[in-house]
């Protein structure tokens, strides 16, 4: 099996910043795309931010030139920064990896989510 596990969610006044890990481990042969995900309160989940193993990175508009993610894979860890946080950035942080990994002792290609970490941005 493979594990996600995040950290660095919390409360923050609008403008300031925050800092994302996710650590992924288990039985992971290979990784792809790591990304971050959020949903608020009755809305859907949404793309944030993805970077591809290369380190080519995408954002979501409302996040770009506000937010950062990196990778680093030795480490199997992605991070976000978010800077000149919102009001409207407050939601539920999923992180994201589609990897290989080792199954049964075959090599399977899978999606996997963390649980999750809370960002509010309230005064």
């Known amino acids: 099996q493979v594990q996600l596990v995040e950290s660095g969610g919390g409360l923050v006044q609008p403008g300031g910043s925050l800092r994302l890990s996710c650590a992924a481990s288990g039985s992971i042969f290979s990784m792809y795309e790591m990304g971050w995900y959020r949903q608020a309160p009755g809305n859907e989940r949404e793309l944030v931010a993805d970077i591809a193993y290369d380190g080519t990175t995408n954002y979501a508009d409302p996040v770009k030139g506000r937010f950062i993610i990196s990778r680093d894979n030795a480490r199997n860890t992605v991070y976000l920064q978010m800077n000149t946080l919102k009001p409207e950035d407050t939601a539920v942080y999923y992180c994201?990896?589609?990897?290989?990994?080792?199954?049964?002792?075959?090599?399977?290609?899978?999606?996997?989510w963390g649980q999750g970490t809370q960002v509010t941005v309230s005064s």
């Open positions: 994201k990896l589609d990897c290989r990994w080792i199954v049964d002792g075959h090599i399977s290609t899978g999606t996997f």
